[in-house]
Every structure is written in structure tokens, then in C-alpha cells.
């Protein structure tokens, strides 16, 4: 919860796994919201998220993002970082159990989200379809024509409009839309 976290190619995401020793879950969570803090003030970090377990004694996990992956090794070998681990130490199980997720994988392997945190498959598609539609839209109007021209096969033509259309919407769109469309993907309960 920092920076916007736009997509860029180099971008990297990391996802840490651990357990809080049961009664210190308050100490823990501070620890890393802590943590979170510092990474703030260093190059690179782009947001960061605690993501509590849905059951009392499950996996907590954190998950960053940094513009490349040079400023995420920059933060792992920094003093705040270690000073961090340290103090969260006496509160875990366990060594965090790390994950790395760069480029298109980010999109389609996110964190282990509890159900209950997951936004609901409509909204999903109803983003997705805002994003695909006017480009679909675009390409079709206005770069298909130009393909035909030139005497391409329908199915070159196709192929040559899907890649475009995946990669502004890997690279550009969702990113942009989801980050966009936050409170409407993930509303808060109403009291």
C-alpha cells in the first residue's frame, strides 16, 4: 500500500509464507506492518500487502512489489530488512517460505487469497470484459484493416491482433483497471 504499482516489465512480486506462534498474531502482524513501513523508504518498492490466514493458526502472507528485480535485492541485503526478520523472529514458527513471481506469472499466480478475500467472479469478468472490448474495438477497427491490406491470411491476421491485444492488456490495461476498480472488485462490508 505505497506507490502505484504500475506495470512495467521488469516488475517484480514477491510472496512470503508464515505461521505467527499462537498468542503472538498481534505482535507479528505489527512487525510486519513495520517492515512494510521500511520498505517504503527504499528505491523501488512499489506496494506491500498482509494478507492474514482465514483460519487461527494458517499462513500469513506478505506480498510485495518492486520495479526490478536489482531494488528487491537492494532491500534484501539492507540493514532495515535484516532488523526486520530479527524482530519478527520471536513472534514466528517458522523461516518465511518465499515465492517470486515476475511478469506474466504475477497476473495469473497471485497470492493464496482466503475465499472470503477473493472478489467475486462476476466483478472479475465485468473488468476483464472493460478491458478487452474497446481494445478488441481498436484492433479490429483500425489495425485488421491495414493487415488485410497487405494480403495476410485471416489466421495471421488473428494471431497478429490477439498478440497485441494480450500484451496491452498484460502490460497496460489490468494492471491499470484492477488497481482502478479496487472498491468495486473488493468492496468493504457494509457495517
Given at each position: 500500500?505505497?506507490?502505484?504499482?504500475?506495470?512495467?516489465?521488469?516488475?517484480?512480486?514477491?510472496?512470503?509464507?508464515?505461521?505467527?506462534?499462537?498468542?503472538?498474531?498481534?505482535?507479528?502482524?505489527?512487525?510486519?506492518?513495520?517492515?512494510?513501513?521500511?520498505?517504503?523508504?527504499?528505491?523501488?518498492?512499489?506496494?506491500?500487502?498482509?494478507?492474514?490466514?482465514?483460519?487461527?493458526?494458517?499462513?500469513?502472507?506478505?506480498?510485495?512489489?518492486?520495479?526490478?528485480?536489482?531494488?528487491?535485492?537492494?532491500?534484501?541485503?539492507?540493514?532495515?530488512?535484516?532488523?526486520?526478520?530479527?524482530?519478527?523472529?520471536?513472534h514466528?514458527?517458522?523461516?518465511?517460505?518465499?515465492?517470486?513471481?515476475?511478469?506474466?506469472?504475477?497476473?495469473?499466480?497471485?497470492?493464496?487469497?482466503?475465499?472470503?478475500?477473493?472478489?467475486?467472479?462476476?466483478?472479475?469478468?465485468?473488468?476483464?470484459?472493460l478491458?478487452?472490448?474497446?481494445?478488441?474495438?481498436?484492433?479490429?477497427?483500425?489495425?485488421?484493416?491495414?493487415?488485410?491490406?497487405?494480403?495476410?491470411?485471416f489466421?495471421?491476421?488473428?494471431?497478429?491482433?490477439?498478440?497485441?491485444?494480450?500484451?496491452?492488456?498484460?502490460?497496460?490495461?489490468?494492471?491499470?483497471?484492477?488497481?482502478?476498480?479496487?472498491?468495486f472488485?473488493?468492496?468493504?462490508?457494509?457495517?
Open positions: 500500500m505505497s506507490h502505484d504499482p504500475a506495470a512495467e516489465p521488469g516488475r517484480v512480486t514477491r510472496i512470503a509464507r508464515r505461521r505467527a506462534i499462537p498468542g503472538h498474531e498481534e505482535q507479528y502482524e505489527e512487525g510486519v506492518r513495520a517492515m512494510l513501513a521500511a520498505m517504503k523508504t527504499h528505491r523501488g518498492f512499489l506496494a506491500g500487502e498482509l494478507l492474514p490466514p482465514e483460519q487461527p493458526g494458517g499462513w500469513y502472507q506478505v506480498v510485495v512489489n518492486f520495479d526490478t528485480e536489482e531494488h528487491l535485492a537492494e532491500w534484501d541485503a539492507s540493514r532495515d530488512r535484516e532488523d526486520a526478520l530479527v524482530r519478527l523472529r520471536p514466528a514458527l517458522d523461516e518465511p517460505d518465499y515465492r517470486r513471481l515476475t511478469g506474466l506469472e504475477a497476473w495469473f499466480e497471485g497470492p493464496v487469497v482466503p475465499a472470503s478475500m477473493r472478489p467475486p467472479k462476476h466483478r472479475m469478468a465485468f473488468v476483464t470484459w478491458g478487452i472490448w474497446p481494445t478488441a474495438s481498436f484492433f479490429i477497427f483500425f489495425v485488421s484493416p491495414l493487415l488485410n491490406r497487405l494480403g495476410l491470411p489466421l495471421l491476421v488473428t494471431a497478429i491482433n490477439t498478440l497485441l491485444i494480450t500484451a496491452v492488456m498484460t502490460y497496460l490495461l489490468m494492471p491499470n483497471l484492477t488497481r482502478l476498480m479496487r472498491g472488485l473488493n468492496p468493504k462490508p457494509r457495517d
